[in-house]
Nanobody
Framework: QVQLVESGGELVQAGGSLTLSCEAS????????MGWFRRAPGKEREFVAA????????YYHDSVKGRFTISRDNAKNTVYLQMNSLKPEDTAIYYC??????????????????WGQGTQVTVSS
């Protein structure tokens, strides 16, 4: 059974930093591209960042470029999202997802087969 478990979300002040983690089990982690999405209150879930199985292909939503960094450790079956210079508009539930299109960086939800339950990030002004 595939499981993706996010952690690291919390309340932080604007301008602060957080690192989210997502540990995967039940799949061959290095055979999957990984992505982060988020759902803000009252909004649709949106793409944040993704990277290929080897980390060589990375893509970010324009709203987080230069502030967020996605990375992975295949030995630990874990993907990370380092978030700096956080803004109140970054407040959302953050989800990690796994895509079998291992060498690509998908930005659409249908490209991902497995999803975590999410972790709440709240940025206060």
């Amino acid at each position: 059974q595939v499981q993706l478990v996010e952690s690291g979300g919390e309340l932080v002040q604007a301008g602060g930093s957080l690192t989210l983690s997502c540990e995967a089990s039940g799949l061959t982690f290095s055979s999957y591209a990984m992505g982060w999405f988020r759902r803000a209150p009252g909004k649709e879930r949106e793409f944040v960042a993704a990277l290929s199985w080897d980390g060589n292909n990375i893509y970010y939503h324009d709203s987080v470029k230069g502030r967020f960094t996605i990375s992975r450790d295949n030995a630990k079956n874990t993907v990370y999202l380092q978030m700096n210079s956080l803004k109140p508009e970054d407040t959302a539930i953050y989800y990690c997802a796994a895509s079998s299109m291992a060498s690509q960086v998908g930005v659409l939800e249908y490209q991902y087969s497995y999803w975590g339950q999410g972790t709440q990030v709240t940025v206060s002004s």
